[in-house]
């Protein structure tokens, strides 16, 4: 995985590394932190991308991300797409998971799932929010997750 910050520039250590070293920056500069994780994805043509971000809060100071992007070949009906979504976020975080325990760190996962029945991403809502729950994590879904509906949206 080639993790990179909005600006374009790589991040070079491992992403365990990378987030570690930065939530003991943020927290040693004395700001409280919130971790929002998200994806999203779009098709184009035969191709399907995937962007996955992990959304650094600094609470009443902004934030930044870091991002992931990924494309695939393959073709997938939407249920199946949303749910590639929440399972990579899940992943991400279940990978990281020491770390937010470690540092006392607020987690989101952020779903691109709209909770308005008459959108196409709803057929994914209660396999998605039962995964994200099941796993022990907080979830939002649209219009409440930006991390995913917002910051990897525009990177995807």
């Not at 937010?100 to 799932?113: G, M, P, V």
């Not at 209660?126 to 939002?140: L, Q, S, T, V």
Request: glycine residues 8%.
């Amino acid at each position: 995985m080639s993790w990179r910050r909005l600006n374009g520039s790589r991040i070079l250590l491992p992403i365990k590394e990378a987030v570690e070293k930065t939530i003991e920056k943020e927290l040693a500069a004395g700001h409280q932190l919130k971790i929002c994780i998200g994806t999203d994805s779009q098709v184009r043509g035969k191709n399907i991308g995937f962007a996955t971000v992990i959304v650094f809060l600094r609470e009443g100071k902004g934030g930044f991300m870091f991002i992931n992007s990924e494309v695939l070949t393959q073709k997938m009906e939407i249920r199946e797409r949303m749910i590639r979504e929440v399972s990579k976020s899940v992943t991400l975080a279940y990978e990281l998971s020491e770390i937010w325990d470690q540092y006392d760190i607020a987690l989101e996962i952020h779903a691109d799932i709209n909770t308005d029945a008459s959108f196409k991403s709803n057929i994914a809502l209660k396999e998605a929010m039962g995964y994200i729950k099941g796993m022990g994590y907080e979830f939002k879904a649209k219009p409440n997750a930006f991390a995913s509906s917002s910051c990897a949206d525009k990177v995807c």
